[in-house]
């Protein structure tokens, strides 16, 4: 793979071959699939699997520098997270707010789209023929 070096002071860069170890991406590799399964452990429920993996994932790919998959491990961590420290979820505490500019009092007396399946149930709530 080609890598550029050189100094901030140096007014160009040169382009090099970077000499990776096999174990560079033996551990990138390594990292990728932990996150992967990661994944597919958070989709099927298993949060438990999943908080194992990510943390893995994130230690493998911190060593080897690859931040974009780094980054999508710490999401992956931080959903799990977020899932195992709220089980039921976050539905209920949203009735205990006070009502806000964007949530008005009367919005569930506006019209919402598919609200009315049929043209007769529209006619029938707005007593038409």
Known sequence: PLCWSGSGSKMFSTLHFCHFSPRHFKKRCQGRMRK???????????????????HMAVELLRGVNDFLWLGAALEGLCSASVIFHYPGGTAGKMAARKPSISHPADAGKRHRPGRHTTLTDYRQKRGLP
Not at 36 to 41: I, P, Q, T, Y
């Open 36 to 54: 992967h399964v990661g994944d597919l452990c958070l989709q099927a429920g298993m949060l438990q699997d999943a908080l194992v993996h990510y």
